[in-house]
């Protein structure tokens, strides 16, 4: 999980897409806590879309669950909802462990019997 807290604008958004992806090969999950960010201007949309981009071309399930602030904005730059969000920080959980589980049963059982 990671939180950010205060602004999130032109002056810190690559930074903050490059922190949020320092162990995207290690995780297959991110639940990014923007509840503590009061500003939220444009770059910052753009640092999700990216965010986006990477997490889904590494496999990576993520969620975040937004400030005020964040919400404001992400309904005039993402009127379609396509950005994963939760309302709180327990349903963005149960969001990514839904996602996992239903992975999970993309996998085929094998077959009794087979080869015999």
């Not at 806590?33 to 201007?41: E, I």
């Not at 999700?48 to 969620?63: F, I, K, Y």
């Not at 950005?83 to 239903?102: E, F, G, H, I, Y």
């Amino acid at each position: 999980m990671i939180t950010a807290i205060g602004d999130l604008d032109a002056s810190n958004a690559a930074e903050f897409v490059d922190y949020a992806l320092q162990d995207v090969e290690r995780t297959k999950r991110l639940t990014l806590d923007l509840t503590g960010v009061d500003f939220f201007a444009t770059a910052g949309f753009s640092a999700l879309h990216t965010l986006n981009v990477r997490c889904a071309s590494a496999g990576v399930q993520w969620v975040l669950v937004p400030s005020n602030a964040v919400r404001r904005l992400m309904q005039i730059c993402d009127p379609d909802s396509t950005l994963p969000v939760a309302n709180t920080m327990s349903a963005a959980l149960r969001l990514l462990a839904a996602d996992q589980r239903r992975l999970l049963k993309l996998v085929t059982e094998p077959s009794e019997g087979l080869g015999e």
